[in-house]
């Protein structure tokens, strides 16, 4: 008997999304009024939403799915920054639990693999300073996002479970990341021409840092869609 599990996958960019559409071959469509694309995998259905980067919009976005879908599944799909100068770019993190930073709320994730999993996932809406970074290591912080938290709590709050997969696209302590290059980016996680025109002006000799930071970006968000389709295919 054919399955009738959905499974919802969420991201916070439309960059992290396009790999999984190519290797799904989702298409657009609406549910419920909620913009959103759907599609097929194995015997699941596939809904896949982008909520806009923040913990404000991630909760907003995620309300409207699943105002308009009940999944059986939601998996968080993207990009993070290590905090840790020696994690491999790309590198898949599988942490035990995911922390929001502004409340302190705890949430753990569903485990969909066989490995142990290990630290903590730090949600936040700033960039962290390289300051804070012992701080967030000691309390074992092997990774910053701004999405994670803000969707578990929603997924919880329904008895939904939930799932992360990310993979390390730059480092924290890594200079040529700070606030000017964060907000080159939208809020909807679309690139803003403008402050990208204004930085290479003020800043000609940060392309080949950037040229770097697109090359993990790139990296990680495939490991991450790689991983998840891969977990969900074994579940």
């Known amino acids: 008997m054919p399955s009738t599990e ?11 999304l396009t790999p999984l559409t190519k290797k799904l071959g989702l298409r657009k469509d609406t549910i419920n009024g909620v913009d959103v ?5 194995g015997d699941r259905k596939v809904v896949a939403i982008v909520t806009g980067m923040g913990t404000d919009l991630a909760s907003s976005g995620t309300e409207r799915l699943l105002g308009a879908i009940t999944p059986d599944r ?4 993207g990009i993070t920054g290590a905090v840790h100068e020696d994690t491999p770019i790309g590198h898949l993190i599988n942490p035990e639990r995911v922390v929001h930073s502004e409340t302190g709320a705890e949430h753990r994730p569903t485990p969909m693999t066989d490995d142990t999993p290990s630290g903590t996932l730090w949600t936040t809406n700033r960039m962290t300073p390289p300051e804070e970074l012992p701080d967030l290591r000691a309390k074992g912080v092997i990774a910053l996002d701004m999405e994670t938290a803000a969707i578990a709590n929603l997924c919880e709050q329904r008895n939904i479970p939930w799932s ?3 993979a390390v696209s730059d480092r924290a302590t ?5 606030d000017e290059v964060f907000k080159m980016s939208n809020q909807d996680g679309t690139p803003n021409p403008r402050a990208v025109a204004r930085y290479l002006l003020k800043h ?11 090359k ?3 990296l990680a968000r495939n490991r991450a ?10 579940s």
């Open 216 to 218: 993990g970006a790139n």
């Open 164 to 166: 992360v997969f990310r």
């Open 6 to 16: 959905t499974v919802a996958f969420i991201f916070a960019m439309p960059m992290e």
């Open 204 to 214: 000609p000799l940060a392309i080949p840092g950037l040229a770097r930071l697109a």
């Open 225 to 234: 869609v790689d991983a998840a389709i891969a977990a969900v295919t074994a």
């Open 174 to 178: 890594d200079a040529s990341l700070d």
């Open 74 to 77: 939601v998996v968080v799909v």
């Open 37 to 41: 694309q759907t599609g097929t995998l």
